[in-house]
Structures are given as C-alpha cells and as structure tokens.
C-alpha cells in the first residue's frame, strides 16, 4: 500500500501463499478488499489496525452435501476439501469452518434445538464427527473397531442415535451420541451403504438404507433385525420417508423413482 505522490511504501500484508487476483481500497483509505480465484477467498482489511473486516472463503471444490438448520437460520455444508461450513441464510456469510477432518465429507446432518443444538458429519476418513453450535467445539468423535470409509449419515429425531454407513465393509454402524459408545453393528448389504435415514415420528425406530446391491432394507435398531428388503434391480442412491411414514421414495442411478408401499412392502408407483 503507497502513499501518493511520494509513493511512500505504508503498509505490506500477505495472507497466503496463492496469488491474489483482484485488489480494490474503499473511498476513505482505510479498507483494503482482496480476492484470491485459486482459494475462493474474499478479504476486507483494516490496515491501520491491522484486522480483518471480513474473511470469506468457499470451498475449494467438490460440494458433496448440504442440511437445513430446523430454524432455517444456517445451511451447513460438506466438500471434498475435507471442511465443513456452516452458512447464514440472512446474511450469506460464512459463519464458521471445521477443519478436523482429513478426507471428503459425505454427509452433514442438523440436530437439537435452542442450546442444544449440533452438527454431525460423516467423511471418507473413517469418523463422525459432532460440533455444538454455541461454541463451535467438536465435542465427539464416533469411529469403528477397525478403519472404514463412510459414506451416508442418519440421526434419529431425539439426536440421540447415529448411525453410518460405510463402502467396504458394507455395514451399518450404530452410536450413542451422548457416549459416543458404538452399540451395534448392521450386516445384510452386499454393496456400499449411499443413503440412510430414520422414520419421522418420534416413537418409531425404523432405519431404511439404501445400497449399491440394488436393495432397500428396513431395520429395528434395537433388535438389530432386518424386517424387509425390496429389491430395485439397480443402484439405490436416495430415499425418503413419507411425513406419515406409510410410504418411501427411492431413487436409483437408472434414473427412476419408485415409492414403496411401507405396510405391504409392495411398490405402488414408479416415476420414469
């Protein structure tokens, strides 16, 4: 930063190691706004305090997934840099980054309210990690007896149980949040878990996965038993419960979707 006319040298900053593609200062002198196209970073510095106005930067590629806070306030995302964000859907800003993990993240999930509330994630490096959203803390750590890599996330209503799915081993791994104690072990797919999710009322304990095997199975996680399996013929990459739990959509990688009947197990429609 110079001083003119006699280009008196005021200030030096370097925020990075990649180059910086665009410069601009505001009317009165005093901020300083840069941009960064190979971090996607936007900066607005105060140089005579030296402090940051605003740091912003997305995610430097792969965008794998995204969830709503209930309140509608965030949307937390996951990429295949390895950082999980959360987004103020007021504002647009990035309100916090999480950085512990060291692989691509596969899902992200909301869960709680008020205080309470937390954000889980799911990555090809082997754990789930939880962080509450009042003091941005990672505050547990889910992992299994032996490495895997997961690939699909599921959390009950109440946020106590959690549960992942992993692409080999092809099994289902259940948790206790509070403790973060492993409870249980779901076998049964002959493919990598894409998706999990939990039924949506409160009293129920169904968990519907979706496989690469072509199968959608059902399970009580607290019997560990597998009550029924609907054979697609193909990929299973997406599902969701019916709000009244008495029907599901699926969606496979031929392109279809097909809801399923969830008291006779029979499929009722298929969306070409």
């Known amino acids: 930063l110079y001083e003119l006319p006699s280009c008196t040298n005021l200030h030096r900053?370097?925020?990075?190691?990649?180059?910086?593609?665009?410069?601009?200062?505001?009317?009165?002198?005093?901020?300083?706004?840069?941009?960064?196209?190979?971090?996607?970073?936007?900066?607005i510095w105060e140089w005579q305090s030296e402090t940051y106005i605003l740091k912003q930067q997305g995610h430097l590629y792969g965008l794998n997934a995204l969830d709503y806070s209930n309140d509608g306030q965030l949307i937390a995302t996951g990429g295949e840099d390895g950082k999980v964000k959360l987004w103020s859907t007021t504002s647009g800003f990035c309100v916090i980054t999480f950085t512990e993990h060291i692989a691509p993240i596969t899902a992200v999930r909301f869960i709680g309210i008020g205080t309470g509330k937390a954000i889980l994630s799911s990555s090809l490096d082997g754990t789930v990690r939880a962080h509450d959203l009042v003091r941005y803390k990672n505050f547990k750590t889910l992992t299994t007896p032996t490495p895997v890599q997961f690939t699909s996330l599921a959390v009950d209503l109440s946020g106590e149980i959690v549960c992942a799915g992993a692409l080999d081993p092809f099994n289902i791994y259940v948790w206790a949040l509070q403790t973060g104690q492993l409870l249980d072990i779901l076998a049964g797919h002959e493919g990598p878990i894409a998706c999990l999710d939990f039924s949506r009322t409160s009293t129920s304990t169904i968990l519907a996965s979706g496989s690469w095997d072509g199968t959608l199975k059902l399970w009580n996680i607290y019997s560990n038993t597998n009550t029924e399996t609907m054979e697609h013929g193909c990929d299973v990459l997406a599902l969701a419960f019916r709000p009244d739990n008495k029907e599901m959509a699926t969606c496979c990688v031929n392109g279809n979707i097909y809801v399923w009947d969830l008291e006779t197990s029979e499929q009722i429609r298929c969306i070409e």
């Open 13 to 43: 900053l370097s925020i990075s190691q990649s180059s910086i593609s665009t410069a601009n200062i505001n009317n009165n002198g005093q901020w300083l706004v840069l941009g960064s196209i190979a971090l996607g970073q936007l900066l």
